[in-house]
């Protein structure tokens, strides 16, 4: 877990992934509420969007409202990744998050002095060293960073305090501003408007819930605000290019997702 300060701006642990002799399948990523910043120490992965990429070892990726493809270039890869949420991430890059919504980049586009903490990190002989590194490079960055609207932020956490159950028109009167004023600000400093993180939320819920084997697919459609079970079904296909069934019975032990 990472240091109490850093909490507030990850959405769950700073994680090492290492693979000694793994496959170079191809995987699917689904979209979820958060930006993943990757810290490639080992190897480099192969990226399929709206502009292809090839080998980036450390990248960056914006809010997706679709899937993306990735692939290790090799079978033995190691690296560091951290899921920043959106105002933190806006925080920390300085620039509109809808420059980088369903888009992947090369992390020392966006953050240049990555190259010389990757390389720091690569030095170091433990994961606890690694680990320290990453969270003094962050919070130095973030300290120095001016804070994120205070309509938006109350806005983003009341959506995700209500797994995108909050409505639109409800968020904006409670914040006193026009729906085209929240719109315009969720996609500066989220990189989607509200409507469309809500649906991310929603979908992220139900990712979650699928991998309990325990439960139906209706239950949880119903459980996650779904309509029903075939509103749910549609959602999958947009957002994660499968559906609910073929994504439960392609769960990898990693927690990946074969394509």
């Not at 309509?227 to 296909?237: E, K, L, V």
Request: with cysteine.
């Amino acid at each position: 877990m990472p240091s109490p300060a850093l909490r507030p701006f990850l959405s769950g642990r700073i994680e090492a992934w290492t693979q000694p002799d793994g496959s170079l399948a191809r995987l699917r990523e689904l979209p979820f509420p958060g930006v993943p910043l990757i810290l490639g120490l080992e190897s480099a992965w192969e990226i399929e969007g709206p502009v292809a990429r090839e080998r980036e070892e450390s990248f960056l990726a914006g809010l997706h409202d679709g899937p993306a493809f990735v692939r290790p270039v090799s079978r033995s890869w190691c690296c560091i990744e951290l899921r920043l949420t959106p105002t933190a991430a806006h925080r920390l890059l300085g620039m509109p998050m809808h420059e980088l919504t369903n888009q992947t980049v090369p992390l020392a586009e966006v953050l240049p002095e990555a190259r010389e903490l990757i390389d720091r990190l690569r030095e170091q002989t433990s994961w606890q060293q690694r680990f320290a590194l990453v969270e003094q490079a962050l919070l130095r960055r973030l300290r120095d960073a001016p804070e994120p609207t205070r309509e938006v932020e109350w806005s983003w956490h009341e959506l995700r305090r209500t797994a995108g159950g909050a409505g639109i028109a409800d968020l904006a009167q409670e914040v006193g501003w026009s729906h085209r004023r929240l719109i315009a600000r969720f996609r500066e400093q989220i990189g989607l408007g509200p409507k469309a993180v809500a649906r991310v939320l929603r979908f992220d819920r139900a990712v979650q819930a699928l991998r309990s084997p325990a439960r139906g697919l209706a239950e949880v459609a119903y459980d996650c605000g779904y309509f029903d079970q075939a509103h749910m079904n549609r959602d999958f296909r947009a957002l994660g290019g499968t559906t609910p069934a073929s994504f439960r019975a392609s769960l990898l032990d990693s927690g990946g997702v074969a394509a």
